[in-house]
């Protein structure tokens, strides 16, 4: 594959020639993971594979088709095709919800699910949650707190995706929910009632039902097994037990089977990701699969990454190897030493400002904490002196209400069954509450032509006209004369005066979302492949929360360990590395947990290209705790960084930049002087 790939090293070389035996690429960071996956695809190609049958699965659809794009390229380049041809597509890469939806909808008929069956995001689960938390009468029956519709729906999801037992789950992770066992079965039970009664699935359907499909109809797991000569999957580490046993119903001798990711890079235990899946998954096979490993780092200097060897290499339980670069650097990652939180932020803001003016930009620079919460004190620091800065996270594009409101109409539209998503639009028409709206949704569910029992309700005076439009907009829709995208400029000139009755204030701003909702509606096929893939892959932002636009094009960086997952830049700050925060105070019940937090840190610490610096506050101000009589708590530095640790990192401190400024200020000042002569006396005294 060299005709491919000329730049490839000995190991990725052997990834990508690798034949079609399981095989497991164990990608340290910064190793040219993307390039080598895309290589191999590519050299799949080249060999005879048809991309037709090439399964990519990823964790977001935007890597996926990356992946698929930089392998074209690379075929292109090995077969001397000109730039301007089109590159060889792969229509089956994708994320593991994306992918099950495609192929529920392909067999939907012959496992019992509707063709049209909706499905819902997380926020509309918890709302399905909580119907049935309250029909169920679960909390009111109990004489002890009962978990709210967030923790139960956090709970379902777990047991779902880990496949463990719901008293072990609830013993491990919710122990003050274990007396709720039995309540928590029975809504559960509802809530999967209520799913299949709306013909609606939430995300964790969409792979547990794949599953049931390929492990309830042999058929159906072998013609999929033959449709996908190769399956390949990024980011392993972060597959849940769910996942893996699609994989293995999927491909069960592994053959064609790849799969690459990073055991030290495992960080989403929170989400039932299972570190087990990739340290055992050569065993899984007979004879074991091969393991390839990716050493060589493209992205760090030497002495960065020889701290960050150094820090996961105390963990208990891992596939060893030792990232090494050829960038040379004799400055080692900085451990600094500061008073308190303030004393942080102002540091960072220094630092920050120091490289900028020595030429780096701000957005090559980042600053990583634990939780969004430990940036506070450098958030007001950074305002103060205007250093314009952006922080991830926040309200989700799908997350808010005037979004929310589209999409239900387009779902409603296209499964009237849907009750979350008729009593939420019932509910914005002048005149209809919640009673009202239950009882139309009645009605509709008593009659074999929904819309027009919605069209001959008997409603108030007041309500009727607005109700008699919003039918006829439904059934229009349903219909589907217009077209899509056509359709959705129906339900927004509908929804437009709803909007500006609803959100007065800001409805000019909230119009610009849907304003982007039709430009990407143009990009998709049906008003169903554009529901799926919106749901399963949304927009990152709404405007209602973007502000004003930057008045400066450069800005730092501000995000959490999570988040800054997959980037890099040249100059990182990681803040409060002290026990406490990282690890943190809640993850400290367990050593699994515990072992996540020390990949958390080596994460953070490996996204840094040149620059690295480790932040230890001294003490902590803790308002809530003035009734005790203290004001401030003491950190200690991370355990993840013991004093054999400490000839790897650069020290500092207040005492030693004391030292170091009175040093600067007496040198500044020159060697001492003697002083003038002064003649007048020994003229005075010779006399």
């Not at 290499?313 to 060893?320: K, T």
């Not at 120091?354 to 004190?377: D, M, N």
């Not at 360990?561 to 040249?570: D, N, P, T, Y």
């Amino acid at each position: 594959m060299s005709a491919c790939a000329p730049t490839l090293n000995p190991a990725q070389q052997a990834a990508v020639d690798h034949g079609d035996a399981p095989l497991l690429v164990i990608a340290g960071a910064g190793s040219g993971k993307t390039m080598t996956l895309a290589a191999r695809l590519a050299r799949l190609v080249q060999h005879g594979a048809d991309p037709q049958r090439i399964l990519l699965l990823s964790f977001s659809r935007r890597a996926a088709h990356e992946l698929a794009r930089r392998a074209g390229r690379l075929l292109h380049q090995a077969l001397g095709l000109p730039p301007t041809a089109r590159a060889p597509l792969l229509p089956w890469a994708g994320t593991f919800h994306g992918i099950g939806a495609r192929l529920l909808r392909e067999h939907a008929e012959a496992i019992g699910l509707p063709p049209n069956f909706s499905i819902i995001d997380r926020a509309d689960a918890e709302d399905l949650m909580g119907q049935c938390r309250q029909q169920t009468g679960v909390a009111d029956s109990s004489t002890e707190r009962f978990p709210l519709k967030a923790t139960c729906l956090a709970i379902y999801s777990r047991a779902v995706n880990s496949r463990e037992p719901l008293d072990a789950l609830l013993r491990e992770h919710w122990p003050w929910c274990v007396a709720h066992e039995a309540a928590l079965r029975r809504l559960f039970g509802a809530y999967v009632a209520a799913k299949q009664d709306q013909q609606t699935l939430d995300y964790d359907d969409l792979l547990l039902w794949w599953l049931e499909m390929l492990q309830a109809s042999p058929e159906i797991a072998a013609a999929l097994d033959a449709r996908f000569s190769h399956v390949l999957v990024d980011e392993y580490q972060d597959t849940n037990r769910l996942q893996e046993a699609i994989l293995r119903a999927l491909k069960p001798q592994g053959q064609g089977l790849t799969v690459v990711g990073d055991d030290a890079q495992a960080i989403y235990g929170f989400r039932a990701a299972e570190l087990r899946n990739i340290l055992d998954f050569p065993a899984r096979f007979t004879p074991p699969a091969q393991v390839v490993t990716l050493e060589e780092n493209y992205r760090s200097t030497q002495p960065l990454l020889d701290a960050s060897n150094a820090v996961i290499a105390l963990a208990p339980e891992r596939f060893a190897k030792t990232l090494f670069s050829r960038r040379e650097s004799s400055e080692k990652p900085l451990l600094v030493a500061v008073d308190d939180e303030a004393a942080q932020a102002r540091w960072v803001a220094d630092e920050v400002l120091r490289l900028r003016e020595g030429g780096l930009k701000l957005k090559r620079q980042a600053v990583l904490f634990r939780t969004g919460s430990h940036s506070a004190a450098l958030e007001l620091e950074l305002a103060r002196r205007r250093i314009p800065f952006v922080k991830f996270g926040g309200l989700k594009f799908l997350e808010a209400a005037h979004v929310k409101d589209l999409l239900a109409l387009l779902r409603w539209a296209d499964n009237p069954r849907s009750r979350l998503a008729g009593f939420r639009l019932l509910n914005l028409l002048p005149g209809i509450g919640p009673g009202r709206a239950t009882a139309l949704l009645d009605a509709m569910d008593a009659s074999p032509e929904p819309w027009a029992a919605l069209a001959a309700a008997r409603v108030p005076t007041a309500a009727r006209a607005d109700l008699a439009a919003f039918a006829a907009l439904c059934d229009t829709l349903r219909r589907g004369d217009h077209g899509w995208p056509d359709e959705l400029a129906l339900a927004i000139d509908w929804y437009t005066p709803q909007l500006q009755r609803l959100h007065e204030e800001d409805a000019a701003v909230r119009l610009l979302d849907l304003q982007q909702l039709q430009q990407l509606a143009a990009g998709h096929g049906s008003r169903e492949r554009f529901l799926t893939e919106l749901t399963l892959d949304p927009p990152e932002a709404t405007s209602d929360e973007s502000g004003p636009p930057l008045k400066d094009e450069d800005y730092l960086i501000l995000s959490t360990l999570h988040s800054a997952k997959g980037q890099e830049w040249q100059a990182v700050y990681l803040l409060n590395l002290v026990d406490g925060c990282l690890p943190s105070d809640l993850s400290t019940g367990s050593a699994q947990q515990l072992e996540e937090e020390r990949r958390l840190l080596y994460v953070g610490m490996t996204r840094a290209k040149r620059h690295l610096q480790l932040i230890v506050p001294q003490r902590f101000y803790v308002t809530q705790q003035r009734a005790l009589g203290e004001r401030h708590l003491y950190g200690g530095r991370s355990r993840f960084i013991p004093d054999a640790l400490l000839p790897l990192f650069e020290a500092d401190s207040p005492a030693r930049r004391a030292r170091v400024a009175a040093a600067a200020d007496e040198a500044a000042k020159g060697p001492p002087t003697k002083p003038p002569l002064d003649l007048r006396a020994r003229l005075r005294s010779a006399w």
